[in-house]
């Protein structure tokens, strides 16, 4: 994806969000059954959750949504809501990423990144929600392949990525003080650098040597889709 379409869609999530935030102050409260806010109570909420994650970068091929580009993680947030309209939170999330281009590169990375997110819900009585913010992520990037000489090569690195995370969602209750939900989110880098990549690209030997293109061709992102248990009190 194109820094430039990066720079429009996280406009966009951050423009629909201050758009709503006009009403945020708006009436406090509870849930009703339809889990919409009709008092001043249960606006601490603590969820969990599990994702498929789908790298896009580098080393992405062609074929949509690829086997060998599919991995997973869980996370584990705290939100206090506010308003029947907005909420803010923070949100951990350890897990998986990997990829292959299917003819000489492949790598895999353990990633935990932290996110401190805004979440809007636009329109009153429907529990779909819209959440941006800012968070970081630090990988242990393992990656292996072949240069173009033929010669084969494998290191690690440790990488810290500054990420926007934009996240689309529904909410439904399930209980008193429980919902389920289900979230498509996208996540992307702020830079493609070394030691700031989700895929450790370009990658180097174990004495620095470049391998490969020596410049990234794309801004490192990764999408997901998971499902997502809230409790509140």
Not at 7 to 24: D, E, G, I, P, R
Not at 83 to 93: D, E, K, L, P
Not at 108 to 123: D, G, K, N, R
Not at 194 to 218: A, H, R, V, W
Request: net charge negative.
């Amino acid at each position: 994806m194109s820094a430039r379409s990066i720079k429009w869609l996280t406009m966009l999530s951050l423009v629909l969000c201050l758009l709503n935030s006009q009403s945020a102050m708006a009436a406090h409260g509870r849930f009703d059954r339809h889990g919409i806010y009709d008092g001043f109570n249960d606006n601490h909420h603590i969820t969990i959750g599990a994702n498929a994650d789908y790298y896009f970068g580098d080393l992405e091929t062609k074929a949509l949504f690829a086997s060998s580009q599919l991995a997973g993680s869980f996370n584990l947030g705290y939100r206090y809501q506010f308003s029947q309209y907005a909420a803010v939170g923070i949100n951990f999330t350890g897990g998986m990423l990997r990829g292959d281009d299917t003819y000489r590169y492949h790598f895999q990375s353990l990633y935990e990144s932290t996110e401190l997110l805004y979440t809007c819900f636009p329109i009153p009585g429907i529990g779909l929600y819209l959440s941006t913010g800012a968070s970081l992520m630090v990988s242990s990037v393992d990656f292996s392949g072949k240069s173009s000489t033929g010669i084969s090569y494998a290191n690690k690195e440790i990488s810290l990525s500054p990420m926007i995370p934009i996240y689309v969602g529904y909410l439904f209750n399930i209980g008193d003080h429980s919902r389920l939900g289900f979230q498509f989110s996208y996540h992307t880098t702020l830079m493609d650098t070394p030691n700031k990549t989700l895929d450790g690209y370009p990658f180097k030997d174990k004495e620095g040597n470049i391998i490969g293109e020596k410049d990234s061709q794309n801004i490192d992102s990764y999408f997901s889709f998971g499902i997502r248990y809230d409790v509140y009190f």
